[in-house]
């Protein structure tokens, strides 16, 4: 299963993100967590230290190896380079998952940078459109890293929205790009609830058939996000996401094997 987590800056997506990796790590599946976020925080929010994450920095600063790959130099590159040992050789193990560390894209009217966009973008290729293990990849605020081809290889977009309307407008926003591109299913999540009435605007803003479902605030989550040592929040995290993966296993869209079947 190939799932994408995109959503306005702050509302909660690398939190969600994390938490469904490590529900399907624990149910036995080989996961790839794709870090494609500029602000690449889904690491700490997994729990890897920072030591690991320093040894291991985000494919968008590896200069070397994008133009030892892309060929880079003289005005000329390779539009898909080779990139499948990319994923195991640069990525860092946790368990049965791997993080993959991209950063963001570089912004795509630069003509500096398109060797490193068509760097990530093969990788982004390389995972949805040629692993057969569960893909979580958490985005920014934003779809662009997909193409039309490579929007097919995605089961389903998670789109993580707060109970206010900039918010939600954004949400709606990625949602339209989302089904122009092609993703065959796209959700909405909703995180940070703290009254009926909250749920009832988020309830009130989308369809029963759009609404994945919520995510209330979780005070013990919020407090063990600030301790310096993060693998502390690991259980509390893994029981206010348990609801919503539940929900993305009923989705289907790719969950196959054993694994799938115990769930």
């Known amino acids: 299963m190939k799932i994408a987590v995109t959503g306005k800056g702050g509302v909660g997506k690398t939190t969600l993100a994390a938490g469904l990796v490590k529900l399907f790590a624990r149910h036995g599946f080989h996961v790839y967590a794709v870090d494609a976020d500029p ?4 690491g700490t929010t997994l729990g890897v230290t920072a030591e690991e994450l320093a040894a291991q920095p985000p494919l968008i600063e590896m200069k070397e190896l994008i133009k030892e790959r892309t060929g880079a130099g003289g005005g000329f590159y390779v539009l898909n380079p080779q990139v499948d040992d990319i994923l195991d050789k640069y990525s860092i193990e946790i368990g049965n998952a791997r993080l993959l560390r991209m950063g963001g894209f570089k912004n ?20 949805l459109l040629g692993k057969s293990d569960v893909v979580v990849l958490d985005f920014g605020a934003g779809i662009e890293h997909l193409t039309r081809g490579t929007a097919k290889g995605v089961d389903l977009m998670l789109i993580v929205t707060e109970p206010t309307k900039v918010s939600v407008d954004t949400a709606r ?13 796209v959700k909405v999540v909703g995180n940070k609830v703290r009254t009926d009435k909250e749920k009832n605007f988020l309830r009130n803003s989308f369809g029963q058939d759009e609404l994945l479902g919520l995510l209330e605030y979780d005070e013990e989550l919020w407090e063990k996000s600030m301790l310096d040592d993060p693998r502390g929040m690991e259980e509390v995290l893994v029981y206010s996401v348990s609801k919503i993966f539940d929900e993305v296993i009923k989705e289907g869209g790719g969950v196959e094997g054993t694994e799938a079947e115990n769930l």
């Open 39 to 42: 602000d690449i925080s889904l």
């Open 108 to 127: 795509a009217g630069s003509s500096c940078y398109c060797p490193e966009n068509a760097f990530l973008n093969a990788v982004v290729n390389s995972l």
């Open 173 to 185: 926003v990625i949602q339209k790009l989302s089904h122009e591109t092609g993703v065959p299913k």
